[in-house]
C-alpha cells in the first residue's frame, strides 16, 4: 500500500460543477494534513490545512476522517482557474519528525 | 516578501561535473527540505534539516550531499551528476508546529535540471 495514495485523475468537470477528490493515508500515527496546488511545472503552494473538525475556505472544504485515514477536498462551483493538480500531503509520524510525504496528484481541469 | 529562492532556475550540465543548487529562505525557518519530482512519481524527499547542522537523507538521498552551516541556506550538492538525476527540483521551508511537525511548506519556484 502507497503512503499516500491519490487518484491521479484527469477529472474534468464543466464550470460551476462541484468535485471532490479523496486522499487515503497509511499511517494511522500522522497528525497534520495538507492540500497543495501546482500548477504546471510549477511550485507547489499551499491551499489549505485539515483540521480533525473539517475546514471551509470560501468555495472549498477540507475534511479529516482519521478513523477510515482519508481526507479529502471538495470544490464547489469550479472555475476554470481550479485546473491544476491537486496534492495531498500528510506529515509522517507523531512528533518533531518534520517529514511530510506527498501524493502523486490528482488533476482537475475545468471546462467552459 | 517571505520566500525561498533557488538558483538557478535552470541547468543543463554534463556527467560527471560537480554542481551545487543554492536555497535561501528570509522566513527564518528551522525546518528546510529538498524534494525531486518526476513524471508519474511525484515529489520524493532527498535531503532535509531540522535546524543548523542537523541534516538526514530523505527517500532518494543518493548521489546527493547537502549542508546547513547557516539557517537561512541549504544547498544541494550533485558531486558527480549522472543522467538519472535529471529532474524538477524543489526547496522548501518550514516553521515547527508546536504540537511536532512540519506546518505548511513555503516552496522555491524550482531548478530544472538536465544531466546529459
Known amino acids: 500500500r502507497k503512503e499516500v495514495e491519490q487518484d491521479p485523475g484527469p477529472f474534468n468537470v464543466p464550470e460551476g460543477a462541484t468535485v471532490a477528490f479523496n486522499c487515503t493515508y497509511s499511517n494511522s500515527a500522522s497528525q497534520s494534513f495538507f492540500w497543495y496546488r501546482q500548477d504546471c511545472r510549477k511550485e507547489p503552494k499551499l491551499l489549505m490545512s485539515?483540521?480533525?473538525?473539517?475546514n471551509e475556505d470560501g468555495r472549498f472544504t477540507a475534511q479529516l476522517n482519521r478513523a477510515s485515514q482519508y481526507i479529502s477536498l471538495l470544490i464547489r462551483d469550479s472555475k476554470l482557474s481550479d485546473s491544476a493538480t491537486y496534492l495531498c500531503?500528510?506529515?509522517w509520524g507523531s512528533g518533531n519528525t518534520g517529514k511530510l510525504i506527498f501524493g502523486q496528484g490528482t488533476t482537475l481541469q475545468v471546462k467552459p | 516578501e517571505a520566500q525561498v529562492t533557488q538558483n538557478p532556475r535552470y541547468l543543463i550540465t554534463v556527467t560527471g561535473k560537480k554542481l551545487t543548487v543554492t536555497c535561501s529562505q528570509n522566513m527564518n525557518h528551522e525546518y528546510m527540505s529538498w524534494y525531486r519530482q518526476d513524471p508519474g512519481l511525484g515529489l520524493r524527499q532527498i535531503y532535509y534539516s531540522m535546524n543548523v547542522e542537523v541534516t538526514d537523507k530523505g527517500d532518494v538521498p543518493e548521489g546527493y550531499k547537502v549542508s546547513r552551516k547557516e539557517k537561512r541556506n541549504f544547498p544541494l550538492i550533485l558531486e558527480s551528476p549522472s543522467p538519472n538525476q535529471t529532474s524538477l527540483y524543489f526547496c522548501?521551508?518550514?516553521?515547527?508546529?508546536?504540537?511536532?511537525?512540519?506546518?505548511?511548506?513555503?516552496f522555491g519556484s524550482g531548478t530544472r535540471l538536465t544531466v546529459v
Open positions: 522548501a521551508s518550514s516553521s515547527l508546529l508546536k504540537t511536532g511537525g512540519a506546518d505548511g511548506y513555503t
Open positions: 485539515v483540521y480533525s473538525s473539517g
Open positions: 500531503v500528510v506529515n
